[in-house]
Nanobody
Framework: QLQLVESGGGLVQPGGSLRLSCLAS????????IGWFRQAPGKEREKVAC????????HYGDSVKGRFTISRDNAKNTVYLQMNSLKPEDTAVYYC??????????WGQGTQVTVSS
């Protein structure tokens, strides 16, 4: 069983930055993609950024392109989401996600990001 634990959320002013971390532990699984989703109150969960293992390609949601950056540190089993130029509409619970080559989905517990003055 793969466990994902997010950290790094909090309250930040518009225009500020945060870096989220996702630590993966437990059974090692070959993942197909690893990335971040978010869900704001009353809205559906949306993809923010994901990294594909086959070719290391990265995909960003249109609303975060140019502001967010996903990266990983394999030695630390950690994936990061650097968020810059944050806007109030970025306020949401952010979830780390892994999809394995067998199409099994794993989710973290989520971390709250609030962008407000």
């Amino acid at each position: 069983q793969l466990q994902l634990v997010e950290s790094g959320g909090g309250l930040v002013q518009p225009g500020g930055s945060l870096r989220l971390s996702c630590l993966a532990s437990g059974s090692r699984s070959d993942y197909y993609t690893i990335g971040w989703f978010r869900q704001a109150p009353g809205k559906e969960r949306e993809k923010v950024a994901c990294l594909a293992s086959l070719d290391n390609s990265i995909h960003y949601g249109d609303s975060v392109k140019g502001r967010f950056t996903i990266s990983r540190d394999n030695a630390k089993n950690t994936v990061y989401l650097q968020m810059n130029s944050l806007k109030p509409e970025d306020t949401a619970v952010y979830y780390c996600n892994v999809k394995t080559v067998n199409s099994i989905m794993y989710w973290g517990q989520g971390t709250q990001v609030t962008v407000s003055s």
